[in-house]
């Protein structure tokens, strides 16, 4: 079994900062690498960065690319993701999400093991 757990969601202005992170346990060892998606209100949940647990290769996508960094550390099996000048639309609960391989690192379905998510609200 797998447990990931998020944190560090909040209220913030725009233009402001948060720190989100995912803390990791069970079968993750096998997991070659974490992805961070969000769902906001009424809309399906999207693709927001992802990171290998190896070489701690980077993906984003396109509307959050350049602000925003994931990163890991293996020895405490936790992930982070800064998120800096954030807008409005990055408003939505954020989610850590374990890849199950054999697919895009970009598609949920590719993700077996989701955490219960936390909320980030961006306020104009």
């Known amino acids: 079994q797998v447990q990931l757990v998020e944190s560090g969601g909040g209220l913030v202005q725009t233009g402001g900062s948060l720190r989100l992170s995912c803390a990791a346990s069970g079968r993750t060892f096998t997991s070659t690498a974490m992805g961070w998606f969000r769902q906001a209100p009424g809309k399906e949940r999207t693709f927001v960065a992802a990171i290998n647990w190896s070489d701690g290769r980077t993906y984003y996508g396109d509307s959050v690319r350049g602000r925003f960094t994931a990163s890991r550390d293996n020895a405490k099996d936790t992930l982070s993701l800064q998120m800096n000048s954030l807008k409005p639309e990055d408003t939505g609960v954020y989610y850590c999400?374990?890849?199950?391989?054999?697919?895009?690192?970009?598609?949920?379905?590719?993700?077996?093991?989701w955490g219960q998510g936390t909320q980030v609200t961006v306020s104009s």
């Open positions: 999400a374990a890849y199950k391989g054999g697919g895009s690192l970009y598609a949920r379905s590719a993700y077996d093991y």
